[in-house]
């Protein structure tokens, strides 16, 4: 459950905000933080897979290849984030 949160602005110029939350577990049997941020089942990723490949035909047939490609290079971008974000909480072997 979502106890409190709050921002504040840290860097005008750059319009860089912080944000803090305070979460709260409210049952005995609900899962921790850390349980959650654990790989997903394998049905959850094949289903994220085929909303993907979606996503990809979509973006290359109505917004054409240089779309695709800066999308793509983003997506990647994510990825390599994400992984180095769940790397350095520990939840990822170096």
Not at 10 to 22: F, G, H, N
Not at 56 to 82: M, P, Q, V
Request: proline share 2%; aromatic share 8%; charged share 35%.
């Amino acid at each position: 459950m979502l106890r409190s949160w709050g921002h504040k602005l840290i860097d005008d110029q750059a319009k860089v905000y912080q944000c803090k939350l305070t979460i709260e577990r409210i049952a005995e049997d609900q899962k921790s933080f850390e349980e959650v941020l654990l790989q997903p089942q394998p049905s959850q990723i094949d289903q994220y897979m085929l909303h993907m490949q979606d996503v990809n035909t979509y973006i290359l047939e109505s917004c054409g290849r240089a779309t695709h490609k800066r999308w793509c290079a983003r997506f990647e971008d994510e990825k390599r984030k994400r992984k180095e974000w769940r790397r350095e909480l520990g939840l990822v072997a170096e």
